[in-house]
């Protein structure tokens, strides 16, 4: 995949594909449950198969489930049968449990199961882009740390979150570089953690590593996606100098107002409701606030239809429908 003709074939296409991260609604197409998605990389394939069948997306993607690299560094993973993994306690206090805490292989816990999907993903979808995912390095050490304690950290005690920060990012490049191996055409960086922060925090506890991932990993032939759901506004001039090819933002905020602030040569995807309108919504409502954004945003060339972050797995297919549906009634005309 040649990334620079990717991206200017589709921002300079009059006609615009979306780009939801529409993994797990996947479930209710082959008849399975999250639990049994989430623990098997042939399942997940399969899943994307039946994702890509019935939609017309711009690129295949993994599952978004970010449980997956801190239950690699021992963190305990509460799994329902609908419902994505979440991490439930941290389990790093002190500096004393920084340095025990062990880098894992990859491989290790349910890492090797979403290498094994890529893998068998690229069998099976063969007409777009298969897209990896993983966490990003001030998400993944929040969920060790706990969210509210790194917060506090950053102000008092900055020395403890760098040191977690430092190994979650070796694990992170180390990752991603096995994702690349197994063929993986890109992959997007989930680092919503990264909205709580004001932008010098941004800078030093996120911006960082992320560049640091980016720099080890980007290729001409491997596209960064950087995922950010929180505030990002004010941070976009750092989030800017990541390098990701691509900025996928939630629907904190508003769209039309990121997109001047971003070179018409990056793609900007986002941000309609993953909660209020593909799985609380209606088809109408999806529908007209489909076209809201759209019409507030398709001035702008660089935007791609998406939704603001990763879709709930029993939202409505109808939704997810009228989705794709406004998005190519709203280009027909």
Same mark, same amino acid.
Request: aromatic share 6%; hydrophobic share 40%.
């Given at each position: 995949?040649?990334?620079?003709?990717?991206?200017?074939?589709?921002?300079?296409?009059?006609?615009?594909?979306?780009?939801?991260?529409?993994?797990? +609604?996947?479930?209710?197409?082959?008849?399975?449950?999250?639990?049994?998605?989430?623990?098997?990389?042939?399942?997940?394939?399969?899943?994307?198969?039946?994702?890509?069948?019935?939609?017309?997306?711009?690129?295949?993607?993994?599952?978004?489930?970010?449980?997956?690299?801190?239950?690699?560094?021992?963190? =305990?993973?509460?799994?329902?049968?609908?419902?994505?993994?979440?991490?439930?306690?941290?389990?790093?206090?002190?500096?004393?449990?920084?340095?025990?805490?062990?880098?894992?292989?990859?491989?290790?816990?349910?890492?090797?199961?979403?290498?094994?999907?890529?893998?068998?993903? %690229?069998?099976?979808?063969?007409?777009?882009?298969?897209?990896?995912?993983?966490?990003? +390095?001030?998400?993944?050490?929040?969920?060790?740390?706990?969210?509210?304690?790194?917060?506090?950290?950053?102000?008092?005690?900055?020395?403890?979150?760098?040191?977690?920060?430092?190994?979650?990012?070796?694990?992170?490049?180390?990752?991603?570089?096995?994702? %690349?191996?197994?063929?993986?055409? @890109?992959?997007?960086?989930?680092? =919503?953690?990264?909205?709580?922060?004001?932008?010098?925090?941004?800078?030093?506890?996120?911006?960082?590593?992320?560049?640091?991932?980016?720099?080890?990993?980007?290729?001409?032939?491997?596209?960064?996606?950087?995922?950010?759901?929180?505030?990002?506004? +004010?941070?976009?001039?750092?989030?800017?100098?990541?390098?990701?090819?691509?900025?996928?933002?939630?629907?904190?905020? %508003?769209?039309?107002?990121?997109? =001047?602030?971003?070179?018409?040569?990056?793609?900007?995807?986002?941000?309609?409701?993953?909660?209020?309108?593909?799985?609380?919504?209606?088809?109408?409502?999806?529908?007209?606030?489909?076209?809201?954004?759209?019409?507030?945003?398709?001035?702008?060339?660089?935007?791609?239809?998406?939704? @603001?972050?990763?879709? +709930?797995?029993?939202?409505?297919?109808?939704?997810?429908?009228?989705?794709?549906?406004?998005?190519?009634?709203?280009?027909?005309?």
């Amino acid at each position: 995949m040649n990334v620079k003709k990717w991206i200017d074939d589709i921002v300079n296409s009059e006609i615009k594909k979306s780009l939801p991260v529409l993994s797990f +609604p996947g479930v209710q197409l082959i008849d399975v449950t999250v639990n049994d998605l989430v623990h098997d990389g042939a399942l997940q394939a399969k899943c994307m198969k039946a994702i890509a069948d019935k939609y017309d997306t711009l690129a295949s993607v993994t599952l978004m489930d970010l449980s997956v690299e801190a239950e690699a560094f021992g963190s =305990p993973v509460i799994f329902c049968e609908d419902e994505i993994p979440t991490v439930v306690k941290r389990i790093i206090e002190d500096m004393d449990d920084v340095e025990k805490l062990q880098i894992p292989k990859v491989g290790d816990a349910r890492t090797g199961e979403y290498i094994k999907t890529v893998r068998e993903a %690229k069998k099976l979808i063969t007409d777009r882009p298969v897209l990896a995912g993983a966490i990003g +390095p001030f998400s993944l050490s929040g969920r060790l740390l706990d969210m509210t304690e790194i917060m506090v950290l950053t102000l008092i005690d900055p020395d403890i979150v760098h040191a977690v920060l430092e190994k979650v990012t070796k694990f992170i490049t180390a990752y991603a570089k096995e994702f %690349k191996k197994a063929g993986a055409d @890109g992959i997007i960086f989930a680092e =919503p953690a990264a909205g709580l922060l004001s932008p010098d925090l941004n800078r030093e506890f996120s911006v960082k590593y992320m560049k640091q991932i980016v720099d080890e990993i980007k290729d001409d032939n491997f596209m960064i996606v950087y995922h950010n759901c929180g505030n990002t506004i +004010p941070l976009i001039k750092d989030i800017l100098n990541i390098g990701a090819d691509c900025l996928h933002f939630g629907n904190t905020i %508003k769209l039309h107002d990121m997109l =001047p602030l971003v070179p018409s040569d990056i793609p900007v995807l986002g941000n309609i409701s993953p909660a209020n309108q593909f799985k609380n919504g209606t088809v109408q409502s999806m529908r007209e606030n489909t076209l809201e954004i759209l019409t507030k945003c398709s001035v702008y060339k660089n935007y791609i239809p998406s939704s @603001g972050c990763d879709i +709930p797995p029993l939202s409505p297919l109808e939704n997810i429908d009228a989705f794709f549906a406004a998005v190519k009634d709203f280009y027909k005309e």
